[in-house]
């Protein structure tokens, strides 16, 4: 069955990501001058398992300003990966750092929350009003835009307001009459929370009435160090400073001060500052910059970035950013569409993050403080994710960033005690979270498609280092025998396939350049997924270290730790992305494999199999789109020349799987690559194989998008007749000529020009049927 959404909002009924009948054209009325900004809905995946956080942030910014609602412990944390839940009442404070999509999680740092009235130290029971500082709130107070959000703290009565630059957050709280204001600094809670998760904080005000500190958390990175500066616009009348630890034996002696009033400074594992303002005429104004260095490089930031009191000037500023980033492509269509479509592109450009002070400073991941020289170092990598869509995605619209990404990753390689590209890292520190080395593809597809500005031989080396780093997910035995066996590290299956492709992109990598022998080795490597091809069974499967594949033997089976990663055999046995032509001819040819992947659609499937699974969502059959796995499998009828299919099936994953909901992402966005998806989908191409200069192409989901690429041309996409009565493509032309195959290069997107679809009631089931006409794949290309 399907996995439909669910708590239609009134506001929002009828409105879908899904196909309208419009009339081309980039203005409309509600939004004459595209003013692309205000088509972005950030409330889109708060809600369910999209993990997607609504506060301020600019594109790639450091700062992420956003309510939470809960931190829960970890073990129930799941819902909560970004710290806010939208059928939550009650909202705990404001904090600097969040992920947007993720999976697993963190960060939630410098929670700050305006308090009118009596103070209570603790956050209290959201089941329980009045029990600590947490407010209720109602959405109909709140505002969410991108680059601001506002909300009404329902039992203070304090209008806040958030805006954000690139290192700063910017706050303004309005407190109601009558009333003393304060501002509550907590720096014990942390998203994905447990207890001793803070190992130490300490926290000052310094004689200028700025407020700094720094907190070491024991996280999904563990040692992670983040500091802190903060100011207000007007002056503190008190303010108190505690250590709340009531577990430890000995805590030392005590400094100067007997009372919190009089303590100039802290140090401990959980410490609460409150600020006082008395009764306030005017908003009150917080600043706040982070720094993943020291507090004087967070003083540094905040006196760069957070110059002056403005508020309005700096929310001014952030949605200008978002103009322009989103500016890089003009979309028509139906507002339902138009939302969906910014709000995706919004959601792309929230990771990878900037992780470098204004001088330069950054923290790598042997936990020492590096410079970046004449580039900005970024961090926040999903590469399990982003590879697949997301990082293609920058390389088309901003390749700029692209190369500014890749010096990133090459500086993080250097500094690794492993000499690994990043897995997943952020902050610029590793947790070794999920699987392969897709750092590489990213490095690749970027090279491949023209992107330079960082230094290719690095680049190459940094590739090959990660590669033959045997203790890595037992890479020496993949090197010895071809394949991972599973009686030696679990998920085998999944990661002999994920390693064979990432060799496959090192190949191209060194193709481009000249080297031969790094060439051979890696193409040789790229074909390892034969060895864990079943052709008894029609399955990917997991092999002993005696050559044997594993049994018992459930294709159907999903569980942490099995043979595949976040997935089962129908999901995975379809992820041979460098080499479809390979895949079909083991399937037995195109009838065959088109009839499998029917097959794996079409499947009558009980969700509750995947109850302990919680990644695996969006389920259409075993097609999963709410993982990543699944993302690429509805274009592979393109390579079976059965185009037409994958139309058919792109059309039911848009309908099911995308709406403008609060819930409408099925699955976790994981940092922009299911917002990825859409965008490319809805422009009517992806990129199956990420180092390959081709996209296959489906079906668009828009009637007309301009793409303005960085080289200045403007590629265009047009559909005729797009709605639900229209929904195959007729007939397709390349600046006026007839496009007989189902792929683009991506020199011909480069060069400009009109890509033109002409959508119909029936399928035509013969373009893109001859051989010819198929995206090229390693086994076709070899012959």
């Given at each position: 069955m ?8 009134p506001?929002?009924v ?8 419009v009339?081309?054209g ?8 595209n ?15 999209g ?10 910014g ?7 609602t809960?931190?829960?412990?970890f ?5 909560w ?15 600097h ?7 697993h ?9 305006p ?29 969410v ?9 329902s039992d203070?009565?304090?209008r ?17 009459v ?19 998760k803070?190992?130490w904080a ?5 004689p200028?009435?700025t ?5 070491t ?23 108190e400073?505690?250590?709340r630890?009531t ?19 802290q ?18 104004e917080v ?32 949605t200008?950013?978002w ?12 507002p ?18 900037l992780?470098?002070d204004v ?19 970024y ?8 590879y697949?869509?997301?990082e293609?995605?920058?390389v088309?619209?901003?390749p ?7 010096r ?18 952020y ?5 070794w979270?999920m ?7 990213i ?11 960082f230094?290719?031989d ?12 045997g ?6 035995d ?8 599973i009686?030696?590290?679990v ?27 790094i ?44 043979d ?8 995975y046995?379809?992820?041979v ?9 083991a399937?037995?040819g ?8 029917d ?44 185009a037409?299919k ?6 039911q994953?848009?309908?099911?799987q995308?709406d403008?909901?609060p819930d ?8 922009g ?6 965008i490319?989908?809805?422009?009517g ?6 180092a390959?200069?081709e ?28 709605d639900?009565?229209?929904p195959?493509?007729g ?11 189902v792929y683009?290069?991506h ?27 198929r995206?090229?794949?390693m ?5």
């Amino acid at each position: 069955m399907t996995v439909r959404l669910r708590h239609v909002l009134p506001w929002l009924v009828g409105a879908t990501f899904g196909i309208a009948t419009v009339t081309p054209g980039f203005a409309h009325a509600a939004n004459p001058l595209n003013d692309h900004a205000a088509e972005v809905d950030p409330r889109i995946g708060t809600g369910g398992d999209g993990h997607v956080f609504p506060g301020a942030t600019v594109p790639f910014g450091m700062i992420q300003l956003s309510p939470d609602t809960a931190v829960p412990d970890f073990k129930h944390a799941y819902k909560w990966a970004a710290g806010y839940q939208y059928g939550d009442p009650t909202i705990m404070g404001f904090s600097h750092t969040h992920f947007s999509g993720s999976g697993h999680s963190d960060l939630g740092d410098v929670l700050v929350m305006p308090i009118a009235g009596d103070v209570r130290l603790e956050p209290g029971d959201a089941t329980k009003p009045g029990s600590g500082y947490r407010s209720r709130f109602s959405h109909d107070s709140e505002v969410v835009q991108a680059g601001y959000y506002a909300v009404t703290l329902s039992d203070y009565g304090v209008r806040a307001e958030l805006t954000a630059g690139r290192r700063v957050g910017w706050h303004r709280y309005t407190f109601p009459v009558g009333k003393p204001a304060h501002v509550l600094l907590d720096l014990r809670p942390s998203i994905y929370d447990y207890p001793g998760k803070v190992l130490w904080a300490n926290l000052r005000v310094q004689p200028d009435g700025t407020v700094t500190g720094c907190r070491t958390t024991r996280g999904w990175a563990p040692g992670r160090e983040l500091c802190f500066a903060m100011r207000f616009s007007q002056p503190m009348t008190s303010r108190e400073l505690y250590n709340r630890e009531t577990d430890v034996v000995y805590k030392g002696f005590a400094g100067p001060g007997n009372q919190p009033e009089d303590q100039h400074a802290q140090n401990g594992r959980a410490l609460v500052g409150v600020f006082d303002f008395g009764e306030l005429k005017r908003p009150l104004e917080v600043k706040v910059a982070i720094s993943p260095v020291s507090q004087g490089n967070a003083i540094a930031n905040l006196d760069q970035d957070g110059a002056g009191w403005d508020f309005d000037a700096h929310h001014a500023e952030a949605t200008a950013a978002w103009n322009k980033a989103l500016s890089v492509i003009d979309v028509a269509g139906s507002p339902a569409q138009r939302t969906g479509f910014y709000t995706s592109l919004y959601h792309a450009m929230l990771a990878p993050t900037l992780s470098m002070d204004v001088n330069g400073d950054y923290r790598g991941p042997d936990h020492q403080v590096h410079h970046a020289d004449g580039f900005e170092f970024y961090s926040s990598w999903s590469m399990w994710d982003v590879y697949r869509a997301e990082e293609p995605l920058m390389v088309l619209l901003r390749p700029d960033l692209s190369t500014q990404f890749i010096r990133s990753l090459i500086a993080a390689q250097q500094a690794s005690p492993f000499g690994m590209l990043p897995v997943w890292a952020y902050q610029g520190l590793e947790t070794w979270c999920m699987t392969g080395y897709h750092a590489v593809a990213i490095i690749a597809d970027a090279y491949v498609k023209g992107v330079r500005g960082f230094d290719p031989d690095q680049a190459l080396k940094a590739m090959v280092s990660t590669a033959t780093y045997g203790n890595y997910g037992d890479l020496a035995d993949y090197m010895k025998l071809g394949y991972v066996p599973i009686d030696k590290e679990v998920e085998g299956g999944s990661k002999t396939q994920e390693y064979a492709y990432d060799d496959w992109t090192i190949a191209q990598m060194a193709k481009a350049m000249g080297k031969r022998d790094i060439y051979a080795t890696f193409e040789k490597r790229s074909t390892n997924w034969r060895n864990v091809w079943d052709p008894k069974t029609d399955f990917m499967r997991a092999k002993l270290s005696n050559g044997q594949f594993r049994e018992p033997f459930d294709p159907a089976s999903a569980a942490y730790g099995s043979d595949y990663t976040e997935a089962n055999a129908w999901q995975y046995s379809w992820y041979v992305p460098q080499d479809v032509a390979g895949l079909i001819s083991a399937y037995g040819g195109d009838a065959k494999f088109v009839t499998k992947l029917d097959q794996m659609f079409d499947a009558k499937v009980d969700p509750a199999i995947f109850k302990n699974v919680e990644d695996i969502t969006g389920l259409i059959g075993w097609y999963a789109h709410g993982n990543e796995p699944s993302h690429h499998i509805a274009y592979l009828y393109d390579y079976a020349g059965a185009a037409w299919k994958t139309q058919q099936r792109l059309k039911q994953i848009i309908d099911s799987q995308y709406d403008t909901r609060p819930d409408g992402l099925v699955g976790n966005d994981d940092l922009g690559q299911m917002s990825a998806w859409y965008i490319f989908t809805a422009l009517g191409f992806y990129p199956v194989t990420p180092a390959s200069d081709e996209y296959a192409i489906g079906r668009p989901f828009v009637p007309k998008a301009a793409i303005h690429l960085p080289n200045g041309h403007t590629f265009t996409v047009v559909a005729d007749h797009m709605d639900d009565a229209h929904p195959y493509v007729g007939a397709v032309t390349l600046n006026g000529k007839p496009l007989d195959r189902v792929y683009l290069h991506h020199a011909e997107i480069l060069a400009g020009g009109e890509l033109h679809f002409t959508m119909q009631a029936a399928p035509n089931k013969q373009w893109g049927e001859a051989d010819s006409a198929r995206p090229t794949a390693m086994s076709r290309y070899r012959q």
